[in-house]
């Protein structure tokens, strides 16, 4: 929860709309806008109703904090944080109204090379997670070359909002928009020139040149890449896409955003740089940029390209099955060494029909049994059980052990 | 977020108190209940304004989850969940609106085996946090036969609630809280004779043995000590306490605790077995067992006993510090070559005063830095300077590598 002041006007109007409220506890109509509640207004009547909402996103909490805590941190202040997040959107495949997100950020410097760190990070994540994706650069200067060029830098906003939604309403639907603002065709058709492809061509770079903001966007890039190259190659593709807008007005320099190379899913990954986070809340001159990972939506895709392996590290890896009583409490022992052992075991919890336990076991999947009965208890001796091949081996505990250690996976 | 009916009636009367509730989005007003408006009777219009609320627990949304998936589930089914609750209670020390529970339970069966497991897991987690606990445990059906004994069954509840209060008023407190709900003096002797110690003597056994669900109590306490008994001793101490109640009515058999003994930081940890949890929501006989920790409290608590080590594993371990733009670009490369050999570095940001640079390291406490400067670049030898003891040595990437791998810390 923050406190809803905390909250509103960040993430413009539609975000206003989108934020979740949290009633206020006890009597809260005793304090409410009474005139509000005679003319049935529910807008009006929020703020006396609830004074906390649920974070929209992870940045606008942590210029809260940056600013609270200011005098304790040493900048550049670098964080990672993963919390659930909540947005009252219609839910559909890929939208969540409460979902994860997973950010990383550095407030108090200006240096490009971050921002060459942190598509080192999406890069190296994406790769770890064997996901392949397109990372995609923009910069909010070039966007600010381009409304100047146009002659509509004081449309600036309306521009980026219609660019934002080319993936929806395509080519066709931007030019519509920025008639619908009032633009001149001249204005519309330089715009439109640099939608057709995108990509940062000789010529549209020229183009943009032409303005000392297009220049300083220019240079940004050009520095993201030296950078990088100074380091190892990247294991995905990085591309130049001029129509990357991102409707968070807040970014101010670079932006990213990471798309799946295999499957139409949406972003599962985006970020930029905000030259002033924290001017909202009273501090001024603190830059900052980051970068966030959709949890939900990059679970959803492991599950869709089939990524999750079916054994996990975490996974079961043994399953005691005992025939009797004794053997029950023997297993418990057992049990117990094995798992001082760094093994993943557990015994069914009562000595039932062994049919039952063989079912259970089949249910989770784990790839070995430990049967043990009289015979077993008198020898000392386990039955350990691949249920995948169906084999057997007599075994020593010790023996065993080192067999699961070996071969966690039949 | 849950539906506000599926957490409302759960936690009694007070827990419905300290239930946040969610407003909902757009014209609320418009579908509010009239004459609960009218009445400015907030309660009442509650639900007609908010049909989702936030998380007082894990464990009523595990049972809500159990029956939404009880087609797909495997049980005995295990899970553990981290995830941040909510309870509108007053703030103070170790209370928090806004927490962290992180939680384990077992589904679907009614073995004591479990409830002994649980009680190694505090053990062995709180171990590895190097914390000294008490692990105390009772059980539901003491108290049922204290209550029978007392002659009381039909005011078990009221009992409990009073029995619950203890560590905040006393021994006399609870008297009068009996005395107050109209128990005899008879009742009142017998149920503040068990409340002298706590601990399950002869004696109390003894009386608690009177009744058949006080043998019961008595026979699963005896067989959580015959599972421990099998299995290697525990790190900590487990204690009986019979005055443990905690509120929480689900509970049905096993009660546990977890207090620190080097602190009174109050529970720490908590849990029991809850027969019937999934009832409420239509699925008959799923027995339960389940624990949590407060993540907030162990933190605060190791904080104050300052068991938190100044470095951490993921702690930064060599900061590399550049002269000027080539020695910056150079460092960059090693970065990545530290980096990809497992190494956590970072490198500032700029190549600004060395001076400056070197505050940053101070206060971010890593104990190495890597010194770059035109000599460093002409011998391709760095200058990794010890922060502890100011001690400097010239070696080449790979030596250097190889020293910190060896000392993490100075």
Chains 1, 2 share one sequence.
Not at 229 to 252: E, K, Q, S
Not at 348 to 366: C, F, L, N, W
Request: proline share 2%; aromatic share 8%.
């Amino acid at each position: 929860m923050e406190s809803l002041s905390t909250l509103t006007g960040k993430y413009g109007e539609e975000g206003d709309q989108l934020l979740f409220k949290v009633l206020n506890n006890g009597d809260f109509l005793s304090k409410a806008d009474e005139k509000a509640l005679q003319n049935r207004n529910s807008s009006a009547l929020i703020p006396s109703i609830a004074r906390r909402g649920l974070r929209y996103d992870l940045t606008v909490p942590f210029a809260r904090f940056l600013v609270m805590h200011q005098n304790e941190l040493t900048f550049p202040f670098k964080r990672y944080q993963i919390q659930p997040v909540w947005r009252a959107d219609r839910p559909q495949k890929g939208r969540y109204q409460e979902f994860y997100q997973c950010d990383a950020d550095v407030a108090g410097s200006d240096s490009i090379l971050y921002e060459a760190e942190f598509i080192q990070i999406f890069d190296q994540v994406f790769h770890e997670l064997g996901l392949s994706v397109e990372i995609r650069l923009n910069n909010r200067k070039l966007l600010a070359g381009l409304a100047e060029v146009a002659g509509i830098s004081d449309r600036m906003t309306a521009m980026t909002v219609a660019i934002d939604k080319l993936d929806k309403i395509g080519k066709d639907g931007v030019v519509r928009e920025l008639e619908k603002a009032g633009m001149s065709k001249e204005a519309i058709y330089t715009v439109s020139s640099v939608l057709q492809t995108g990509r940062l061509s000789e010529e549209t770079a020229d183009l943009l040149s032409q303005t000392a903001i297009g220049r300083k966007g220019l240079e940004e890039i050009r520095e993201v890449h030296e950078w990088l190259a100074l380091a190892g190659p990247l294991h995905n593709t990085l591309t130049h896409d001029l129509t990357l807008a991102r409707g968070l007005n807040y970014y101010t320099g670079c932006i990213f955003e990471v798309v799946s190379t295999e499957s139409s899913m949406g972003s599962i990954g985006g970020g930029g740089r905000y030259d002033d986070l924290t001017g909202v809340f009273g501090l001024k001159g603190v830059s900052g940029v980051g970068i966030s990972f959709g949890a939900e939506r990059i679970y959803d895709l492991m599950e869709q390209l089939e990524r999750f392996s079916e054994h996990t590290q975490d996974a079961l890896q043994v399953l005691i099955i005992a025939f009797d009583q004794a053997a029950h409490q023997f297993g418990f022992t057992c049990l117990d060494t094995l798992r001082k052992a760094g093994i993943h075991a557990e015994i069914y919890p009562e000595p039932v029909k062994v049919r039952k336990q063989m079912k259970y076991a089949d249910a989770r999947r784990v790839p070995f049994t430990v049967l043990i009965g009289e015979e077993e208890l008198t020898s000392g001796q386990l039955s350990l059980k691949n249920m995948r091949t169906g084999e057997q081996h007599a075994l020593s505990l010790n023996q065993l052990i080192n067999h699961l250690k070996t071969k966690a996976t039949p």
